[in-house]
T-cell receptor, first 112, second 110 residues
Framework: DADVTQTPRNRITKTGKRIMLECSQT?????MYWYRQDPGLGLRLIYY???????NKGEISDGYSVSRQAQAKFSLSLESAIPNQTALYFC???????????FGPGTRLLVL | QKEVEQNSGPLSVPEGAIASLNCTYS??????FFWYRQYSGKSPELIMS????GDKEDGRFTAQLNKASQYVSLLIRDSQPSDSATYLC??????????FGSGTQLTVLP
């Protein structure tokens, strides 16, 4: 089984809809991250969480919210989806000090 | 100014050649540096990490770090068509987050 899983893997939604992307991990890592990837722009950090009670905004948090339900679960919500949120979304985990991040398989989101 | 810069490419090399990928960064207090490989439509996977000045070798891959010049590179020896992918440079800065470059697309020609 994969250490970091994301659901759904693909999603098509309409402008204005609320959508939630979920991430679960079995690596036992405290730190979790949400990124989006757009062609030619690399990975950009949306939100990150260093433990259940610690959630921080990243570079591009506007239009997004997160929930850290447990050490192993970190969800990303788009309250009212818009077309420019069409992207590939990745969840990642890490441990302190080492800072290496391990990525889930990604969710491809299309907002019409 | 982008914090982590990479040549976007595409970079093409013949099979068996050395591929050289470069990255510069702006945060002088950065301590940890990573190279990820990403195949099209897939998630990034770590191939090298480096923390100290100098070279670090792992199989066909060598990472080179020069903190004074704020420069990190990745050399791939005996390049194979399976090495064709986008290579992402990532830097852990003072905020303890990773900042990624936009990636260099590498194509190894058979």
């Amino acid at each position: 089984d994969a250490d970091v899983t994301q659901t759904p893997r693909n999603r098509i939604t309409k402008t204005g809809k609320r959508i939630m992307l979920e991430c679960s991990q079995t690596k036992g890592h405290d730190r979790m991250y949400w990124y989006r990837q757009d062609p030619g722009l690399g990975l950009r950090l949306i939100y990150y969480s260093f433990d259940v009670k610690d959630i921080n905004k990243g570079e591009i948090s506007d239009g997004y919210s997160v929930s850290r339900q447990a050490q192993a679960k970190f969800s990303l919500s788009l309250e009212s989806a818009i077309p420019n949120q069409t992207a590939l979304y990745f969840c990642a985990t890490s441990v302190p000090v080492e800072e290496t991040q391990y990525f889930g398989p990604g969710t491809r989101l299309l907002v019409l | 100014q982008k914090e982590v810069e990479q040549n976007s490419g595409p970079l093409s090399v013949p099979e068996g050649a050395i591929a050289s990928l470069n990255c510069t960064y702006s945060d002088r207090v950065s301590q940890s540096f990573f190279w990820y490989r990403q195949y099209s439509g897939k998630s990034p996977e770590l191939i090298m990490s480096i923390y100290s000045n100098g070279d670090k070798e792992d199989g066909r891959f060598t990472a080179q770090l020069n903190k004074a010049s704020q420069y990190v590179s990745l050399l791939i020896r005996d390049s194979q068509p399976s090495d064709s992918a986008t290579y992402l440079c990532a830097v852990a800065g003072s905020a303890r987050q990773l900042t990624f470059g936009s990636g260099t697309q590498l194509t190894v020609l058979p």
